[in-house]
């Protein structure tokens, strides 16, 4: 059930997303729609397979078994549901705008990473854009974080959810009217704050790593309100990484293990 729910809502803002990105797109794209979603929509496909027969759940069951064993901050202290809930999603987002800035800094991590920011373009489905093992260990790192604050099975699942959602929105090839934008900005990751993210200047790139609330950019000072050109003009991608042939399926795939390229 856990499963199902996640999908349909993932599925249901991913087909808003491509339907808003086809009537008012930000961007010209530079690739094919089709061959780009072939292989990130090809990728996440993997990604849900490996992890629904490996550990697709195990963050979910982790917060279950915390509570039995009474493992756990939040278990150990007297708080009530609704807190847990709410200081578990700000503390699990703050843990994965940790992680992403880890994965700029250790390069045995951005030998995963980099597969996300070699896409040529931006739109919706750079959103799951991911390696399978990068995805595994941040499920690995979720289930630790879920266990060490007792987090609440509700607030687990609502986590992932909101992850996702705002994942694929502020990934979208879409720009909201500029009085919008300034002012959902101060709350959430927007498109325009993310795309700087997936800049090719590595200035730009290592800024902007929230992904669904924006303070913890603006409090930890990697924050970028614009960058050095306009939105329809920054180059996205990673220098190294411009021949199409270098970024299929397979090579994708077998991005991590090869020498790594200057970014």
Not at 77 to 90: R, T
Not at 198 to 214: I, K, V
Request: proline share 5%.
């Amino acid at each position: 059930m856990e499963a199902l729910l996640r999908f349909g809502v993932f599925f249901g803002i991913l087909s808003l997303m491509a339907i808003w990105e086809a009537l008012s797109p930000a961007r010209r794209l530079r690739s094919p729609r089709r061959q780009r979603w072939s292989i990130n929509l090809g990728l996440a496909a993997l990604n849900a397979g490996a992890m629904r027969l490996s550990i697709g759940a195990a963050a979910w069951l982790a917060a279950n078994w915390a509570i039995e064993q009474q493992l756990g901050l939040f278990n150990n202290l007297p708080v009530p549901v609704w807190l847990n809930i709410l200081l578990s999603l700000l503390l699990l987002d703050l843990a994965i705008y940790a992680q992403h800035v880890a994965a700029h800094r250790w390069q045995w991590f951005w030998r995963l990473h980099q597969v996300h920011h070699s896409d040529l373009d931006f739109d919706a489905t750079t959103a799951v854009r991911f390696h399978p093992l990068e995805i595994m260990l941040s499920m690995a790192y979720k289930v630790l974080l879920v266990i060490a604050l007792g987090a609440e099975p509700l607030a687990v699942i609502a986590f992932e959810i909101i992850l996702n959602g705002c994942a694929l929105f502020n990934h979208g090839n879409v720009s909201l009217p500029p009085p919008a934008e300034r002012i959902l900005r101060y709350l959430l990751v927007t498109p325009d704050m993310h795309r700087i993210h997936h800049s090719a200047r590595q200035q730009e790139t290592d800024s902007n790593y929230g992904f669904s609330l924006s303070c913890w950019d603006r409090l930890f000072k990697t924050y970028c309100h614009q960058a050095r050109q306009a939105q329809t003009e920054m180059t996205i991608g990673l220098h190294g990484f411009r021949e199409p042939q270098a970024l299929g399926f397979l090579p994708l795939l077998a991005m991590p293990f090869r020498a790594l390229r200057k970014r």
